[in-house]
T-cell receptor, first 117, second 115 residues
């Protein structure tokens, strides 16, 4: 048990579908992240939320829409995706905040394996 | 801009032998350095970090890493490898507070430990 739970574990969707990925953390953290992991590439940071406020959008296409209703939950809404969006999407959390907290390690969920057909 | 290089896509080692997974970095100022491990079908797990102090950092599962400022390296080591150590290992770096402090990951190194 990682303390960060992602659902679903696997998702297959067509390019015209709309779906959502869900992430929940039980660690009392205040920062949450979405990462994209593709084969042979570094992890790509997509979005960062700190105390429910979006603090980073790493030039992510608008077909990916994050939502953070509270510090424990994070969603990634997907619509009209492309086949190249197929990847493992990882959610992570950390203690958050500025200053000293930047040395806090990330705690990752097990990811959602997304396949766009 | 900061960057991390993991020069080896894969490292093969026999069980019981020492292992080293290499990482070099480029960042302005004193770096914060991390190692994470990813087992199949799982997310990344934190192994260890260097913030300040002793250059040799000890972490989970018997792993350690040595910070070398002159060589800008942070290689991951273990004295005696286990088959269960086989996984994907990621090095990551971020600059200290007061800068655009984003965590940057390397491309990962697959460690294969055989009997």
């Amino acid at each position: 048990e990682t303390g960060v739970t992602q659902t679903p574990r696997h998702l297959v969707m067509g390019m015209t579908n709309k779906k959502s990925l869900k992430c929940e953390q039980h660690l009392g953290h205040n920062a949450m992240y979405w990462y994209k992991q593709s084969a042979k590439k570094p992890l790509e940071l997509m979005f960062v939320y700190n105390f429910k406020e979006q603090t980073e959008n790493n030039s992510v296409p608008s077909r990916f829409s994050p939502e953070c209703p509270n510090s424990s939950h994070l969603f990634l809404h997907l619509h009209t995706l492309q086949p190249e969006d197929s990847a493992l999407y990882l959610c992570a959390s950390s203690q958050g905040g500025q200053g000293a907290k930047v040395n806090s390690p990330l705690h990752f969920g097990n990811g959602t394996r997304l396949t766009v057909t | 801009a900061q960057s991390v290089a993991q020069p080896e896509d894969q490292v093969n080692v026999a069980e019981g032998n020492p292992l080293t997974v290499k990482c070099t970095y480029s960042v302005s100022g004193n770096p914060y350095l991390f190692w994470y491990v990813q087992y199949p079908n799982r997310g990344l797990q934190f192994l260890l970090k260097y913030i300040t102090g002793d250059n040799l950092v000890k972490g989970s599962y018997g792993f350690e890493a040595e910070f070398n400022k002159s060589q800008t390296s942070f290689h991951l080591k273990k004295p005696s490898a286990l088959v269960s150590d086989s996984a994907l290992y990621f090095c990551a770096v971020r600059p200290p507070p007061g800068t655009a402090s984003k965590l940057t990951f390397g491309t990962g190194t697959r460690l294969q430990v055989t009997l």
